[in-house]
């Protein structure tokens, strides 16, 4: 059975930082990638990585605040969240791809993505 957990949300100051996991099983994933929505928008990517972690991309909004990598031996991957803002406030989630595409690339786009966590929310106060 496939799953993919989250876990390390919760509420922060502007400022903070914060260290999201999201656990996988079941199959091998070789693409991975955090998305965030926000209460009445639309999802959007935050971050991705390739199974050898050679490759990652950011969305510009966040690059250089987070930074993503994966233990391919636990079959975690992780998103380290560091000066955080209000507008960082967003249930977070995970996805997992077993394409081989993702072996050395990392995959921005959510469509390249068949496996979805639940979600973790991590909100950040003023």
């Known amino acids: 059975q496939v799953q993919l957990v989250e876990s390390g949300g919760g509420l922060v100051q502007a400022g903070g930082s914060l260290r999201l996991s999201c656990a996988a099983s079941?199959?091998?994933?070789?693409?991975m990638g955090w998305f965030r929505q926000a209460p009445g928008k639309e999802r959007e990517f935050v971050a991705a990585?390739?199974?050898?972690?050679?490759?990652?991309s950011y969305a510009a909004s966040h690059s250089g605040r987070f930074t993503i990598s994966r233990d391919n031996a636990k079959s975690t991957m992780y998103l380290q969240m560091s000066k955080l803002k209000p507008e960082d406030t967003a249930e977070y989630y995970c996805a997992a791809s077993p394409s081989r595409s993702g072996y050395h690339t990392a995959l921005s786009s959510a469509g390249q993505y068949e496996y979805w966590g639940q979600g973790t929310q991590v909100t950040v106060s003023s």
């Open positions: 079941g199959r091998t994933f070789y693409a």
């Open positions: 990585i390739s199974w050898t972690g050679s490759s990652t």
